[in-house]
């Protein structure tokens, strides 16, 4: 536990100043984090016999993510996002000079990993500049993760608390409906305490970011103990003592931040 608490605490720490330092601080650091994280999936995806294009994936997935940058901090055209195409064909060439039982299935995890984990990414980068375009601001970023955080605290408080009725057992037995309510309401007041400083977005649009932040980061995190407990693995990785790997701690991100991105575009726009 002690282990664990010390690990949350330097890493929030760096999060924080991932965001707080600026365009090209924030862009390198979820630049890294999310090849780090693709590269922990193809790691327990082999654990199956599978052999997903490792390389050449995170090649185009860190293309796909500075092109996403370019287009927010440069106003690239959304044309150099072809660059992606020869890529992408290069996946089944490679697979066809391999000698493999299940080539499909190869291809078919390559191109899950990008859809699971670097496009979400892309949309959470892409809160810094929802507001203006061309222009970055930390609020949508910052108060995503702090209501992402409070979601996971509050459920594990209520749930250890009050819990008696499980969520979804089969893939989390801890999980409970009262910890989701219970993150809920933490979410929603960490929502209403982050709309007294960041007054340019209305109370209620936050509200309702923390509803879904809440809803489906819950999933996020289902889907990846889902995808842990069909091939028996643990955690992704190792690099965070106490807590596993990067995609374990972004679980909840990889299916919330494509949806809060969309209700905010919206919105705001």
């Not at 290069?90 to 080539?103: A, G, R």
């Not at 037995?173 to 989701?180: C, N, R, T, V």
């Not at 109370?203 to 999933?219: D, E, H, N, S």
Request: net charge positive.
């Amino acid at each position: 536990m002690k282990t664990r608490a010390i690990t949350a605490f330097f890493f929030t720490i760096v999060m924080l100043g991932s965001i707080l330092l600026g365009p090209y601080t924030f862009t390198f650091f979820y630049l890294i984090l999310s090849l780090v994280a693709l590269f922990e999936f193809f790691g327990i995806i082999k654990t199956a016999g599978i052999r997903p294009h490792r390389n050449i994936a995170l090649f185009a997935a860190g293309l796909i993510f500075l092109m996403t940058a370019g287009y927010h901090l440069l106003q690239f055209e959304n044309k150099f996002m072809l660059l992606i195409v020869p890529l992408i064909f290069s996946v089944f060439i490679s697979e066809l000079y391999k000698k493999e039982k299940i080539p499909f299935s190869n291809i078919a995890y390559t191109f899950v990993g990008f859809v699971y984990v670097t496009v979400p990414f892309c949309f959470f980068y892409s809160l810094g500049f929802i507001q203006q375009a061309g222009e970055y601001n930390f609020h949508l970023p910052l108060s995503f993760l702090l209501m992402l955080w409070a979601s996971d605290t509050g459920q594990y408080l209520f749930g250890v608390k009050f819990g008696k009725r499980r969520l979804f057992e089969r893939h989390s037995p801890k999980k409970s409906w009262e910890g989701f309510f219970g993150g809920i309401f933490t979410t929603l007041l960490v929502s209403f305490l982050i709309s007294l400083f960041f007054t340019e977005i209305h109370p209620l649009i936050f509200g309702g970011m923390a509803i879904l932040i809440v809803g489906f980061g819950t999933l996020g995190d289902l889907v990846e103990s889902m995808l842990k407990r069909s091939l028996d693995v643990k955690d992704s990785g190792t690099f965070l003592p106490g807590h596993g790997g990067f995609l374990d701690r972004f679980d909840g991100l990889l299916i919330a931040a494509p949806v809060v991105y969309a209700y905010l575009y919206l919105l705001l726009k």
